[in-house]
């Protein structure tokens, strides 16, 4: 295993975590199709609420939001409706989170954004 995934299952288990404390139900993790990849799936209340984690390891001048474009979007919710589609869940409301963990300064920070990503190719 590369140290790149490594850490990025590191930063989805810690997002995980923090996503529990907060009342979600994780429903499944790293879920894949030929459309792309969902890094958490989980429930809060009947919302199904999509997780898209972002991390960084070293400080830089641009923040793991800004790493979230168009393109990546258009992949998630490609993969979010076949994935609804596929277990038929179309019924429940949808939402698209992004959550950051930034060990730049040392100590992960977490930080969460409900409803942040939209179709339109904008986040945070």
Same mark, same amino acid.
């Not at 429903?27 to 984690?53: F, W, Y």
């Not at 019924?91 to 989170?97: A, E, N, S, W």
């Given at each position: !295993?590369?140290?790149?995934?490594?850490?990025?299952? =590191?930063?989805?288990? %810690? /997002?995980?975590?923090?996503?529990?404390?907060?009342? #979600?139900?994780?429903?499944?993790?790293?879920?894949?199709?030929? *459309?792309?990849?969902?890094?958490?799936? /989980?429930?809060?209340? +009947?919302? %199904?609420?999509?997780?898209?984690?972002?991390?960084?390891?070293?400080?830089?001048?641009? $923040?793991?939001? =800004?790493?979230?474009?168009?393109? +990546?979007?258009?992949? $998630?919710? +490609?993969?979010? /409706?076949? $994935? @609804? =589609?596929?277990?038929? @869940? *179309?019924?429940?409301?949808?939402? !698209?989170? $992004? #959550?950051?963990?930034?060990?730049?300064?040392?100590?992960?920070?977490?930080?969460?954004?409900?409803? *942040?990503? *939209?179709?339109?190719? =904008?986040?945070?």
């Amino acid at each position: !295993m590369t140290i790149k995934k490594e850490r990025g299952d =590191q930063a989805e288990t %810690l /997002a995980a975590r923090h996503l529990e404390r907060r009342g #979600m139900k994780i429903i499944a993790r790293n879920h894949r199709d030929r *459309s792309g990849e969902l890094d958490i799936i /989980a429930l809060e209340g +009947k919302t %199904l609420c999509v997780i898209e984690v972002r991390s960084r390891w070293e400080p830089s001048a641009y $923040l793991p939001e =800004q790493g979230l474009g168009p393109g +990546k979007i258009k992949r $998630l919710y +490609k993969t979010t /409706a076949r $994935l @609804l =589609q596929k277990h038929r @869940l *179309s019924h429940l409301p949808v939402r !698209m989170d $992004l #959550m950051v963990i930034d060990w730049a300064a040392g100590n992960p920070e977490i930080r969460f954004y409900p409803a *942040s990503i *939209s179709a339109g190719g =904008q986040s945070g």
